[in-house]
């Protein structure tokens, strides 16, 4: 049988912590002897009581076979709790895991710049597939990026910025997630195809599967995960144009993801650079961790191109010319604050450069749109229709002229 000696109660001059703790375990194929241990606790017991100041009791307490010996606390008061505690799912918050799950800003971003490859095509504006795009991509990067989270577990419990995500903290079960995952992914890839185009399936999937499977491991292996993961990020306005026109072999279709793409680098250089203590604590391969150097230029180097692709929008009859004017104040600013970032490369000016970046994109989306050259290609369009209608009028015209006498001369 398995004794523990436990200690009762303390005296209420001198602190629990004053009277030492043991524990006595004895097995039955043994004889009962007190041991050294108990015997010095009595005699310090004893020793204790001058003055009629009573120091503490032992006392032998029995358990059962199947229990487990406990260590004996610190402070009597206080009950261990156990590092082990249960998954409780509490249903009421569910949409707000999912919506975690979801990284919602993150997903609101991409379906905003789809909405925005949308809106910049050169067709016209159907409203029902312009809401069936927008929310089949963000079902699919609902998805994309709850299962970024279920490989990344391990590694987002390291870092200070992600170490209160869903599935770290226990909200929801990684069975739970990839249901969820599936779910989501299975309805928003049937909504592109069927509900908007099969193009636009197509680059959901593609984009689907390289943020999961390549982007997602290589961050643990190769700095080339950032060139990867703008791939990923420029795709959703491409998508967007699709959409639309069903078609992304014009080369203005690939003007705002190219935009998208060059201006990644400066917002995530800029965004990891305050980030590489938790970056390099999980092994993640950042650009930002591994070469320093490089996180700098590649920032002034991608800054560049960003501002010259504003100015060949207009060249590729998207835009209008005046969108070159009006962008170049806006992407001069964003330059100058990669060149700062560039020369002195501290957590302010790393900071300043990424809240300029979250300006930058909107501010730029919405000169984008309005400078469009959207009424002159509908205007074409409407001409191409009225001209091919009256045609068609002229040509039932002449079969109604020919077959009126054949008709006649019959009855």
């Not at 043991?22 to 001058?50: D, H």
């Not at 170490?163 to 997630?177: D, E, F, I």
């Not at 003007?255 to 995530?268: D, K, S, V």
């Amino acid at each position: 049988m398995l004794f523990i000696i436990r200690q009762l109660r303390n005296c209420r001059h001198i602190s629990c912590s004053f009277v030492p703790k043991c524990s006595v375990i004895m097995y039955s194929g043994f004889p009962r002897r007190k041991s050294t241990k108990t015997g010095s606790m009595e005699e310090f017991a004893q020793t204790m009581k001058g003055g009629h100041k009573r120091i503490g009791l032992t006392t032998l307490v029995s358990l059962s076979e199947k229990n487990v010996a406990r260590k004996i606390e610190k402070d009597p008061c206080k009950i261990e709790k156990s590092e082990w505690t249960s998954l409780i799912m509490d249903y009421t918050k569910l949409h707000k895991h999912y919506l975690k799950l979801s990284k919602i800003k993150l997903t609101s971003l991409v379906v905003a710049t789809t909405m925005a490859g949308y809106a910049l095509a050169p067709a016209p504006f159907d409203l029902y597939t312009f809401a069936m795009c927008s929310l089949g991509t963000g079902l699919v990067s609902a998805t994309a990026n709850t299962i970024n989270q279920f490989f990344e577990v391990s590694f987002d419990a390291q870092m200070s910025r992600t170490k209160n995500r869903v599935l770290v903290r226990g909200h929801l079960t990684p069975v739970h997630a990839i249901a969820f995952a599936a779910v989501s992914g299975i309805i928003g890839l049937s909504i592109l195809y069927h509900e908007v185009n099969g193009i636009t399936a197509m680059l959901g999937a593609s984009n689907l599967i390289l943020y999961t499977l390549i982007y997602t491991p290589m961050k643990r292996v190769s700095i080339a995960n950032t060139w990867i993961g703008s791939v990923v990020g420029a795709i959703p306005p491409l998508m967007g144009w699709a959409g639309c026109c069903g078609n992304i072999l014009m080369p203005g279709a690939w003007i705002m993801p190219a935009i998208l793409y060059a201006w990644q680098f400066p917002h995530f250089n800029a965004l990891s650079w305050n980030l590489r203590p938790d970056y390099s604590r999980a092994g993640y391969r950042m650009m930002a961790v591994i070469n320093p150097n490089l996180c700098r230029k590649t920032t002034v180097r991608y800054t560049v191109i960003l501002m010259a692709l504003c100015y060949l929008a207009p060249a590729l009859d998207v835009t209008y010319w005046w969108f070159a004017l009006a962008s170049t104040p806006l992407n001069a600013s964003f330059l100058y604050l990669a060149w700062i970032f560039n020369k002195h490369s501290d957590s302010a000016n790393s900071r300043r450069l990424f809240r300029f970046s979250l300006l930058h994109l909107p501010l730029l989306m919405v000169l984008i749109l309005s400078s469009k050259k959207y009424w002159a290609n509908t205007d074409k369009q409407g001409d191409k229709i009225e001209s091919s209608h009256n045609e068609s009028a002229k040509k039932n015209d002449l079969l109604t002229i020919f077959t009126a006498p054949i008709a006649t001369s019959s009855v």
